[in-house]
């Protein structure tokens, strides 16, 4: 497989030809100021106990963004633990968002009303549901495209290959959007594949497969539009691998100087994609310092508006763990429920 597609390079400047119009890009770098305010403020709230967890995707918001982004209201996406930023950018209340990594509830969002699926953490398992989503649509006749994210690591998984594989055998209108961030927490990508690229897997199981560059949000905006089209219009699956890196550590319980050096992490920080767009959009006039501040002021009434939301002690019922695991309970469950509630009235008297 040869580079990744590209049109804008790292100095902002145009390498590639059919870049989207200038209203388009000034949208996506909105997006990319608040989807890189919510890593930051979300990275805080972790240090400040308020989160439990945060799997931050500082350094691949283009792939976040680009992957709302290019959906329609009608279509859905299924994201990872690492895709809150997605998730937001697809218009979803941040706070809600966060609700599962501050471990208040399963899913903090109504997946029905968002269309957009629970965060899966079990690696891979969201790829299947996203084929049964896309597949079901179709035999409705609708027209549905389904955007199914994972990363590196999970390409490993029998689940990725065997949603691939119904994908492009049934014509499913799904986009598998790899985001290749070098690492499964301390597995590099070369323990990972030996396969050329992530994107050689598509062309196995016969699916249109591209390489894109993963901090190139142009470049995204218009591979993962055309994977959507070509979905939408009955051409089945695409599998687009985009190149990028995951800045952070996996999340804050991991040390990542345990496994790869400063330099390599320092190497990446130049190919930032807020910095490559704004530098493109500065130098064409489209991005004004108004604009700029603008955008800023944006991002932080919702750093301010995810702060209060997550000050406020949120009170749980416990016995909802006990809901939404089966239709009708096992008895084993009703038995654990009914043995959590006489201990919580015995506490509480
Ligand atoms: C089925 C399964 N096995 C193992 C894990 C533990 N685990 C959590 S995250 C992770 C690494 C995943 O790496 P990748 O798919 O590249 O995604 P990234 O975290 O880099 O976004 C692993 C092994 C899991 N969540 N699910």
């Known amino acids: 497989m040869s580079e990744p597609m590209r049109l804008i390079n790292e100095t902002g400047a145009v390498v590639g030809d059919g870049l989207p119009e200038p209203e388009v890009l000034l949208d996506g770098y909105r997006a990319l100021v608040l989807a890189r305010r919510l890593n930051a403020q979300a990275e805080a709230l972790v240090r400040q106990g308020r989160l439990a967890v945060y799997p931050s995707s500082h350094g691949q918001e283009a792939c976040q963004v680009a992957a709302a982004a290019v959906l329609a209201d009608t279509d859905w996406l299924f994201p990872t633990y690492r895709d809150v930023a997605a998730i937001a950018a697809r218009g979803v209340d941040p706070l809600d968002v966060l609700m599962m990594l501050r471990g208040d509830w399963h899913c903090g969002y109504d997946p029905l009303a968002t269309r957009v699926a629970p965060q899966a953490t079990p690696l891979a398992t969201q790829l299947p549901h996203a084929v049964g989503v896309g597949h079901a649509a179709r035999l409705k006749g609708e027209d549905t495209v389904v955007m199914a994210l994972c990363g590196d690591g999970a390409t490993s998984e029998g689940d990725f290959h065997e949603a691939l594989n119904f994908a492009a055998v049934f014509a499913s209108p799904v986009v598998f959007l790899v985001q290749n961030n070098k690492y499964a927490i301390s597995v590099p990508l070369a323990r990972q594949s030996a396969a050329e690229s992530l ?146 009235n015995e506490v509480r008297s």
């Open 199 to 344: 994107a050689a897997k598509g062309a196995g199981y016969g699916m249109p497969a591209v390489l894109v560059d993963g901090n190139d949000l142009a470049a995204l905006t218009v591979v993962l539009s055309e994977a959507v089209a070509r979905a939408r219009r009955g051409g089945g699956p695409t599998l687009v691998e985009a190149d990028t890196y995951r800045i952070r550590a996996h999340t804050n319980a991991d040390d990542p100087s345990r496994y790869r050096t400063d330099d390599e992490v320092d190497e990446w920080r130049p190919r930032d994609p807020l910095l490559r767009l704004r530098a493109h959009l500065t130098s064409t006039g489209a991005l004004t310092p108004e604009r700029e501040a603008e955008f800023a002021a944006a991002a932080e009434e919702m750093a301010a508006h995810v702060r209060a939301g997550m000050g406020e002690e949120t009170a749980l019922d416990p016995a909802e763990l006990f809901a939404h695991v089966y239709s009708t309970p096992t008895p084993q469950l009703r038995e654990q429920a009914a043995l959590l509630a006489a201990e919580l």
